[in-house]
C-alpha cells in the first residue's frame, strides 16, 4: 500500500517508501543501487553526482506569486517562472518519482532555534540524497519525529529526470523550482546534493527578515571566554569553514546563520567542505569528521584500498565531504549562541591590494557587506593571466530574495544594539598580485583571528589605508610586521599603485548598482583614488 500522506498531498503513490533511515540503511540502498557508490577506507559513503558536480544558479527560478512578488529582488539571481510552469514542472517530478519501485523521505528541521525552525520533508529516489540531507538538516529526536506532522516545506528531488528544455521559461534541462506560497521545491535535471541545501537556505533567506531576524550566509563559533561570539563572512574559497574550525572555540556551524532579539542560530544539522588537497595536517577538525554517516562526493579513490586521493581534482575541484555536526569534536550542542563580538568579512584579494586585516567602522562594514568582494585566479582561458573580480552581495547574492539593503539594513541595526565590532581580513595575495606575489601564509592568518578574538588587534597602532581609508593594524602577534601593510610588501611601487586603482575602479563600478539605495555615508566609505 502507498503512504496516504504523500498520496493525497503530492500525488505519490510508490508502495516502497523508506522513511527516516538510518546511516547504515541508507549505505546499504546506494550500495546496492546506485553506480558507482563505494565506502572509504576510513568509512564515507562516495557517491557521484552525475554530469553536474557544482550548483547551476542560472536554473534556479522563484515562482512568481501575488503575495510575495512585491517583495523579490527579480534579476539574475531571482529569475521568475509563472504558476503555469511549476505545475508543469512539479507533476514532471511526481511522474517521475511514480516510476521508481522504492523512495526515501528523510524529515528534519532546519534552524536550531525552536522558535524559528522549519519542519522539512525530503522526497528523494537516490539513498545518498536522503543521507546527504539526513546530514544537512537537524535530526529530530524520536519523540519529535513522532509528532512531526505535516512539514512546512517539502523538497521533491527527481534530479536525474530532466525539465523539458523547451518548457517556458527553461534555460537548460535542470531546473530548480521554489514556491514560497506552496512551501515546495521541484529539483529536475541535477543530482548534486547541495542545491537541496541552498534551497532551503534560500527558503530561509525570505521567511526570517519578515521577522526582523537577519539570515546570513557566514561561519559562527564561540570563545571559551565570557562566551565571545564571532561570524565569518566569506565566498568560496576564501576560508570561512577553515577559519571557524578552531580548536579552541566551540563551532556553532560552518554555513548558515541567523541573527535573532536572542542571538545567533544555526539553520543547519551538519557541515559541507569542501575537500580539495584536504589533509588532516592542515585541517584536521574537518578531516577527522570523515568516517561512517559522512558523504564524499565526487572524490577520486584508489580502487582496491578504497584510499582518497584529495588532491585528484579530474572530476571536479569542488569535491566536496557533507556530515553531521556532531562529527566536529568542538561543536557546541544544540548550536545556538549569543549575540556576535566581532564580524570578519573574509575576502581572497587575488590582486595583492587589500591588507591582511582592518578595523572597519560601521558604515566601512556596511559598504564591505553589501560589496561582498572576492577575487578569482584566472587561468582558465588562454589569454587570461590575471586576477577577476568578483562581487556577491552579502557575501552571498546566490541565495538573498530580497533586494541586499534589507539584510544590510538588518546588520547595521543590530550591529549598533549589540556594539559588535567589523574587521576585513584579506586571505589572498601579498608581494604583489596573483602570479607575481604568494597566498598570505594560513599560520598568519590563523595568527591574525586569534588577535581578533583575544582583543590584542583592538589597541595597536593603526595607519590608514591609501586606497580604501581603512585602519590597518601596524603589528600582530606572530605575525611579521611588514606583510600587514600591502605596499610595504610590492617590489615595484609603480605596479602596487597602478593595481590599486585598477581595484578601486572595480569596486566604485560594482557599487553604481545600490548608489540609489545607500546612504551618503555608506558611499562615502568605498575607496577612492589619492590627489
Known amino acids: ?75 539574475d539571481i531571482n529569475r521568475p517562472l509563472s504558476p503555469e510552469v511549476w505545475e508543469i514542472n512539479r507533476q514532471r517530478a511526481i511522474d517521475y518519482l511514480n516510476t521508481q519501485d522504492q523512495l526515501f523521505v528523510f524529515d528534519g528541521y532546519a534552524g536550531w532555534d525552536e522558535e524559528y525552525s522549519l519542519k522539512v520533508r525530503i522526497i528523494c529516489a537516490r539513498a545518498y540524497h536522503a543521507l546527504f540531507m539526513r546530514n544537512m538538516l537537524r535530526r529530530p529526536t524520536k519523540e519529535e519525529l513522532a ?58 533567506h525570505y521567511l526570517m527578515p519578515k521577522q526582523d531576524v537577519l539570515s546570513m550566509h557566514c561561519s559562527c563559533n564561540e570563545g571559551p571566554d565570557n562566551n565571545d561570539v564571532s561570524l565569518f563572512f566569506g565566498l568560496s574559497g576564501t576560508g570561512k569553514t577553515t577559519l571557524s ?61 578504497r584510499e582518497v586521493d584529495f588532491t585528484d581534482d579530474s572530476i571536479t575541484k569542488n569535491t566536496r565531504t557533507s556530515y553531521p555536526i556532531y562529527k566536529v569534536r568542538n561543536a557546541k550542542i544544540p548550536c545556538v549562541t549569543g549575540h556576535p563580538d566581532n564580524i570578519i568579512f573574509l575576502t581572497c584579494d587575488a590582486f595583492g591590494i587589500l591588507p591582511p586585516v582592518a578595523k572597519l567602522t560601521p558604515e566601512q562594514a556596511m559598504y564591505h557587506f553589501i560589496s561582498g568582494y572576492t577575487a578569482k585566479v584566472a587561468g582558465t582561458e588562454v589569454g587570461i593571466d590575471e586576477p577577476q573580480a568578483t562581487f556577491s552581495a552579502c557575501f552571498g547574492a546566490a541565495f538573498l530574495v530580497w533586494p541586499p539593503t534589507k539584510y544590510a539594513e538588518l546588520l547595521a541595526q543590530k550591529m549598533r544594539e549589540h556594539g559588535s565590532n567589523a574587521w576585513l581580513v584579506s586571505t589572498g595575495w601579498t608581494g604583489g598580485a596573483y602570479g607575481t606575489g604568494h597566498r598570505i601564509d594560513l599560520p598568519h592568518t590563523r595568527s591574525i583571528i586569534d588577535a581578533i578574538h583575544s582583543g590584542e588587534l583592538s589597541d595597536v597602532e593603526t595607519m590608514t589605508d591609501p586606497y580604501f581609508g581603512l585602519d590597518v593594524p601596524t603589528s600582530c602577534p606572530n605575525v611579521p610586521n611588514e606583510v600587514l601593510v600591502p605596499q610595504k610588501t610590492w617590489p615595484s611601487e609603480k605596479d602596487y599603485h597602478k593595481t590599486a586603482k585598477k581595484l578601486v575602479h572595480l569596486f566604485q563600478d560594482n557599487f553604481a548598482e545600490y ?13 577612492s583614488i589619492p590627489n
Open 1 to 75: 500500500m502507498s503512504d496516504l500522506r504523500l498520496e493525497e498531498k503530492h500525488g505519490i503513490h510508490v508502495k516502497n517508501i523508506v522513511r527516516n533511515a538510518p546511516p547504515a540503511r541508507l549505505y546499504e540502498e546506494a550500495l546496492k543501487n546506485e553506480k558507482g557508490t563505494a565506502i572509504s577506507e576510513h568509512g564515507a559513503l562516495m557517491a557521484y553526482s552525475g554530469e553536474k558536480t557544482g550548483r547551476t544558479p542560472t536554473d534556479k527560478r522563484l515562482i512568481k506569486n501575488p503575495e510575495s512578488q512585491d517583495d523579490i529582488w527579480w534579476g
Open 147 to 204: 509528532g512531526f506532522g505535516e512539514p512546512d516545506f517539502t523538497i521533491m528531488n527527481a534530479g536525474k529526470f530532466p525539465a523539458n528544455p523547451h518548457t517556458e521559461g527553461m534555460t537548460s534541462d535542470a531546473s530548480i523550482d521554489l514556491n514560497i506560497e506552496a512551501g515546495e521545491m521541484v529539483i529536475l535535471g541535477t543530482q548534486y546534493a547541495g542545491e537541496m541545501k541552498k534551497g532551503i537556505f534560500t527558503l530561509m
Open 245 to 305: 574550525s578552531d580548536p579552541n572555540r566551540l563551532l556553532i556551524g560552518d554555513d548558515e546563520h541567523c541573527w535573532t532579539e536572542n542571538g545567533v542560530f544555526n539553520i543547519e544539522g551538519g557541515c559541507y567542505a569542501k575537500t580539495i588537497d584536504l589533509s588532516a595536517e592542515a585541517e584536521p577538525l574537518i578531516y577527522e569528521t570523515i568516517g561512517f554517516e559522512s558523504v564524499l562526493e565526487n572524490v577520486v579513490y584508489d580502487q582496491e584500498t
Open 515 to 527: 548608489s540609489d539605495y545607500a546612504s551618503d555615508e555608506i558611499i562615502q566609505a568605498g575607496p
